[in-house]
């Protein structure tokens, strides 16, 4: 009984519908159609889609803007804009521009090249290479807030080797700045830095020369009982 009321409604709806469409004139009934053809459109079975793109460039700037990749916008893929030139590695050879004529010197290629490339190279770095950084209390301090960020973890914040990576277990202690490393060099600390080794890894990509040498002069305080030669000078 209560289906055959339900059935006799909507089927009364559908008619009173058409009735309706019959009256508006055949102009808006195109309008119609086509806004809810428009509406269902722009509906996908993925959640995450933008559906329908009407206006793409809203989506996908003209401009080219670094590390994007325009060809997949929120799982919608368009094969003509994949892999447009975005970000690219500087041509070979090339120095970066410094206005700071003082800083300039830190750009320039660094001369003494990887283990693998020239195996004496690590020799020559730890006879030859010196801090282009003068020393001052303020170096060293930003030397030490560097350490503490890039080095302490594993070398500990007084440079034992105790950092909290080893302590926790799984990883050999590196050994004490003041004691192993006692005879280390300024450029043998520039070198290991910029290329690593054995466990330690090359710290290049995160810290620029600078801050390498910086940190040089504050890890020859840690070898030096908490005084740095320089300092005393
Ligand atoms: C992942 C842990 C780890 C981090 C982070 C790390 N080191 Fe090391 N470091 C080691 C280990 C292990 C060694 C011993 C390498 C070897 O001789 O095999 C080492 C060795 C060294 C040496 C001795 C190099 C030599 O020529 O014998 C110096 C100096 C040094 N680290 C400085 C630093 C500085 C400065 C930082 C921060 C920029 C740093 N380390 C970050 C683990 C680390």
Same mark, same amino acid.
């Not at 447009?84 to 320039?108: C, E, H, L």
């Not at 030859?128 to 001052?136: E, R, V």
């Not at 350490?147 to 007084?158: I, M, N, R, S, V």
């Given at each position: ?100 004529? #003082? =800083? ?7 001369? /003494?090249?990887?283990?693998? !490339? ?5 020799? &020559? $770095? ?81 810290? #620029? =020369? ?7 002069? /504050?890890?020859?305080?840690? !070898? ?5 030669? &320089? $300092?005393?000078?």
């Amino acid at each position: 009984m209560l289906v055959k009321f339900v059935k006799n409604k909507i089927v009364k709806l559908i008619l009173a519908v058409i009735n309706k469409m019959r009256k508006i004139n055949c102009y808006k009934r195109v309008m119609l159609v086509g806004a809810t053809g428009l509406l269902l459109g722009a509906c996908t079975k993925n959640p995450d889609s933008p559906g329908l793109e009407f206006m793409p460039d809203m989506y996908r700037s003209a401009a080219i803007e670094a590390y994007v990749d325009y060809g997949v916008v929120a799982g919608n893929e368009v094969d003509s804009l994949t892999m447009r030139m975005s970000a690219r590695m500087p041509v070979q050879g090339t120095i970066a521009f410094s206005a700071d004529t #003082s =800083k300039a010197k830190f750009n320039y290629p660094f001369e /003494y090249l990887s283990p693998e !490339q020239d195996p004496t190279a690590y020799e &020559l $770095a730890a006879k030859n290479l010196k801090n282009p950084i003068a020393y001052s209390i303020e170096v060293e301090a930003q030397g030490k807030e560097l350490y503490g960020k890039f080095c302490a973890q594993c070398h500990g914040t007084t440079g034992q080797g105790d950092g909290k990576v080893v302590e926790w277990g799984n990883f050999p202690s590196p050994g004490a700045y003041d004691k192993k490393y006692k005879e280390t060099t300024e450029g043998q600390m520039f070198y290991t830095m910029t290329y690593g080794k054995g466990l330690m890894g090359s710290h290049a990509s995160q810290l #620029s =020369k600078e801050e390498r040498w910086k940190i040089v002069h /504050y890890v020859r305080t840690l !070898q030096n009982s908490g005084t740095n030669p &320089l $300092a005393k000078q």
